[in-house]
């Protein structure tokens, strides 16, 4: 069966242009002028964009001695709510587990995925069997590589494991992910507060400063590029860690940033809530941030030296953060967002005029799609690229809240907020998964998409760093030893 998308205009990375869309097969067979299929999707008034591409959320992930709430199914549901048909998840090996045993959960997890999937794998410890592995993970598909600087005596790496590993990575031609923030001062921060009788959520803010981003991410950036591998900052939260990756993108490292849309459109006054649960629905890592660091983010976007949007999707229940009450550090870190980020996004960054439609498309799905190496099966409209679309409503409106979301979780943190900017049509490998803004899920439909590695800004870099590898001078003679 074929459909066609009728009247509506296509906005891409780079392009804008009034014409239909055929899909057959879960492809795009054609674009043009008066196509006809099967079943037509009617796009008057609408624009026609890649589906948004979620590159980090943590569904079913075992955290803070429980689970993040929402699953494949409840996360992939939201994701296609909200218009992103591809989700990338962290396979989270605890200290101690083989990569290909964490693999192997994850792809059980995964069946019950309703969109288009893929991985990072976590390198949450180091030693030879995680070395060997890593080729293995690659031949399966899987090119990215996550560090965490953070989480002490849990999930953290230590700087000769970063750098040992970052060398393995950029060998096997992957990218490097880290979780930027400086674990020893964070672990220091919060006993000091603790014992200071600082338990709120709250405290969460005051130990995590804007210095343990901005310090840990310049450390990445520095080791990355003794180590020859391109690097990905994950939700880059200030401007001190936003300044570090720009000062590095102008020296010409391969170095991109990740701010969260919780990041750009929430506040650290939610922190300060009289409210104990409103506050700690809203503690993650890094903390939301003051107007200037928001300003400093939007910026990036705006001038390129950010470049993507994501939702770091960690949803838990009020009842798994009550966990924390009486001592902060035990508040499962994590908000959600899948289902809003396009819509926030759009109503705040597109509608105030601080991005173009075809950079809410860049940074919601074709950037990330070239960073990952599946462009342009994903992130793109062109002929043979996966029908994974969205048919975008500039006009349509909704005020979001928990009691109508696919998510699991009893609250949501933009609760009230109104958007502008909404999907009529959603569809994942051309099944319609939205249609006319009414749901049809189809569990299982959900593939992996395995990915190449050696893309062409690793084969750049491993030609530079090939170039400008120190060599031993070859000299004519030698003077004899004065021994
Ligand atoms: N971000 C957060 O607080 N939770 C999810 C795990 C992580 O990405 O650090
Ligand atoms: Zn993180
Ligand atoms: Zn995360």
Redesign the pocket.
Known sequence: MSTVIRGGTIVTADLTYKADVLIEGGRIAAIGDGLVGDKVLDATGCLVMPGGIDP???LEMPFMGTYSADDFDSGTRAALAGGTTMVVD?ALPSPGQGLLDALQMWDNKSGRAHCDYSFHMAVTWWGEQVFNEMQAVVDRGITSFKHFMAYKGALMVNDDELFASFRRVGDLGGVALV?AENGDVVAELSARLLAEGNTGPEAHAYSRPPQVEGEATNRAIMVADMAGVPLYV??VSCEDSHEAIRRARAQGKRVWGEPLIQHLTLDESEYFNADWDHAARRVMSPPFRNRLHQDSLWAGLQSGSLSVVAT?H?AFTTQQKRTGIGDFTKIPN?TGGLEDRMPMLWTHGVATGRLTPNEFVAVTSTNIAKILGMYPRKGAVLVGSDADLVVWDPEAEKTITAGSQQSAIDYNVFEGQRVKGLPRHVLTRGHVAVDGGKLDPREGHGEFVAREPRGTVNRALSAWKELTAPRPVERSGIPASGV
Do not use: E, L, R
């Open positions: 980090h959320t943590h962290f979780h994950v939700h770091d960690c994590g």
